[in-house]
């Protein structure tokens, strides 16, 4: 396989991406989206299937070099609700909704290179191409999953990437384990007994028993997480009262709690379980308290990282691949394809100057596309040898 592929044009690839961004949709709405994916692979001759996980679409394409193994490379698809500042002439037209993480241009990237592999499929065994709706917040990837997409795609590998800003166009970074934590989520009310701000002693202060809840539940990271071990928990949201001589009934909190080793997760969870429950006890409080495991821990296989890596550095050059860098506390539904097949998932820099990810200013680097489309190609060729 060494004559070269050759992908769509730059203009026609950005011409896809900026449609994409122009029409965002959210979580398992992605409908507009999911049907131009799947018009465009039907009109260069891919057999199709839609409706895993609801908007998913996935096609395969099998090589013309006789059986071989099966890979999977996933783009996400999906939007985010972010009214865009961008003033870009393809801005989002849905008010309150817009592409600010580059999903629009992993979903073209991926797009291109199904189009360059079905012109020039010569490779052995199997690509599937996985576009995933609903990756921010909501679990398209454990939907998919759960909907049987290796049952029906049978994979023995998995592959993600995803835009970086503050990496440089033409930089990558590949780890070889950890990429991007676990994260949970909790709503968490506290009831007591409201009463006049002139008069504390006839009620239970639901405020100060939040603001020490808050400061107590920061002794778990910073005395109960090893030091060589990573952890945030945050709390992002206080709602109480409304007005000034009144001491609130009600305090409810909400927050995120993000690691990468699982027992420890296990063990912060249980530790807030507790905080919460003694501090209740002891301001005469109850409690209600929702808390949600949401994602896993994106948690690479070396050995296919250091596919990943290769395929990178004979494409950008050894030194404009960094290996291992600091992981992300941020999180990633990739994960769930990967606790159930080996692969690996990699950044690819949007350029040093990008505003970051969920900003209303964001947008992804249209020079990033002919790289991202090749990386792809290449992989392929690479591994179904």
């Not at 580059?102 to 499929?121: E, R, V």
């Amino acid at each position: 396989m060494t004559a070269s592929v050759d992908l769509p044009d730059h203009a026609e690839l950005k011409a896809w991406r900026h449609d994409f961004h122009q029409h965002p949709e959210t979580a398992f709405e992605e409908h507009r989206t999911s049907a131009r994916i799947a018009e465009l692979l039907t009109e260069w001759g891919f057999e199709v299937t839609t409706g895993i996980a609801g908007t998913g679409v996935v096609a395969a394409l099998d090589g013309q070099q006789g059986e071989g193994k099966t890979i999977g490379l996933r783009a996400d698809i999906d939007a985010l609700d972010i009214r865009e500042e961008t003033a870009l002439a393809y801005a989002s037209q849905t008010p309150g909704k817009m592409h600010a993480c580059g999903h629009d241009g992993h979903t073209t990237m991926l797009l291109g290179a199904a189009w360059a592999l079905k012109q020039q499929p010569d490779f052995k065994g199997r690509v599937v191409f996985i576009f995933q709706p609903a990756e921010e917040n909501a679990g398209g990837g454990r939907v998919m999953v759960e909907e049987g997409l290796f049952e029906r795609f049978p994979m023995d590998a998995v592959y993600g990437l995803h835009n970086w800003p503050g990496l440089p166009v033409g930089v990558a970074a590949v780890h070889d384990t950890d990429v991007m934590a676990a994260f949970d989520i909790f709503s968490l009310t506290l009831t007591g007994k409201g009463c006049h701000a002139a008069m504390p002693h006839l009620g239970t202060d639901t405020v100060l028993a939040s603001c020490q809840l808050i400061s107590q539940l920061q002794g778990l990271v910073s005395r109960e997480t090893p030091p060589d071990k990573s952890a945030v928990l945050s709390i992002t949201s206080i709602n109480a009262g409304d007005t000034f001589n009144v001491i609130p009934e009600q305090v409810a909190l909400r927050g995120t709690l993000r690691c990468f080793d699982m027992a420890l997760k296990e063990h912060l969870e249980t530790r807030f379980k507790q905080a919460i429950a003694s501090l209740a006890e002891f301001h005469g409080l109850t409690v209600e308290l929702d808390y949600q495991r949401c994602y896993p821990a994106t948690i690479n296989t070396p050995e296919h990282a250091q596919h990943c890596a290769s395929v990178l550095e004979s494409l950008l050059g050894s030194d404009n691949v960094v290996r291992n860098p600091p992981p992300s506390m941020a999180s990633e539904d990739f994960s769930f394809l990967l606790a159930e097949r080996p692969g690996a998932y990699i950044w690819m820099g949007n350029g040093e100057e990008s505003a970051s990810l969920h900003n209303p200013r964001y947008d992804f680097n249209d020079a990033l596309l002919p790289l991202g489309t090749r990386y792809w190609v290449e992989l392929v060729r690479a591994l179904l040898v």
